[in-house]
């Protein structure tokens, strides 16, 4: 069984939306429903995706981040997806834009920025920084916890199943993987680059895109 967040706008082939840990998520009452900063993106796609399938209204969360995340290198290739985010300079235009209760966003982004109050001169998307929200915040942010100032974004990941299992299927044991070891010992932002695209490949991409990134991560290393 495979199951991945995507774009359910799209008409590419699993369109992926995989920048989740980088700002927070929402359900469609707009509320926070899971630790988005839980770990490396291979560790949390497979129990966000199931908890958005299983749980979330209609299926839908909302991926809330800020404009920063364009400044993120290589940020690109964990969104497979052609179309472009939901942008709006304030949270109650973005809500419109998504269908979700304006308050209740508005309510959930500010209680995320006052805990999320450490030194944002430690984030690094290239592994897990440490950067965490304060224990005010009823759900933990255990990584890349910054807070949400600028232009507002919002990308929709949905859950795709294939095979779809029933409601009972048992959530499928984590994987243990090479990459997790390769960001731990990088050391050199070159070095933390090949380790991130090779991430990128681990997360549901297929074998096409597995063997595009290594070929990457690879080239990357003989540059």
Not at 5 to 25: C, E, F, H, K, W
Not at 47 to 67: E, P
Not at 71 to 96: F, H, K, M, N
Not at 158 to 178: F, Q, V
Request: glycine fraction near 6%.
């Amino acid at each position: 069984m495979h199951i991945e967040p995507v774009d359910p706008r799209s008409q590419n082939s699993a369109p992926v939306v995989l920048v989740y840990p980088y700002g927070i998520v929402v359900d469609q009452d707009g509320r926070r429903f899971f630790d988005e900063g839980g770990g490396l993106v291979h560790e949390t796609w497979e129990v966000f995706s199931r908890d958005i399938h299983f749980a979330r209204k209609n299926s839908i969360a909302y991926a809330i981040l800020d404009s920063r995340l364009f400044d993120i290198e290589g940020y690109q290739r964990a969104i497979r997806s052609e179309v472009p985010p939901y942008q709006a300079e304030t949270l109650e235009g973005l809500a419109a834009q998504i269908g979700i209760p304006a308050r209740h966003l508005k309510e959930t982004v500010d209680t995320f920025n006052a805990a999320a109050n450490g030194n944002v001169a430690r984030f690094d998307a290239t592994r897990c920084d440490g950067l965490a929200a304060a224990g005010t915040l009823n759900l933990p942010k255990s990584n890349w916890a910054r807070a949400i100032t600028s232009r507002h974004i919002s990308l929709t990941p949905w859950s795709a199943l294939s095979p779809i299992p029933s409601a009972a299927s048992p959530p499928m044991r984590k994987r243990k993987s090479w990459v997790r070891v390769d960001r731990c010992r990088a050391s050199t932002p070159r070095e933390r680059s090949r380790a991130f695209l090779r991430n990128c490949a681990e997360c549901g991409f297929g074998v096409r895109a597995l063997v595009f990134g290594k070929l990457q991560a690879e080239r990357l290393s003989t540059s």
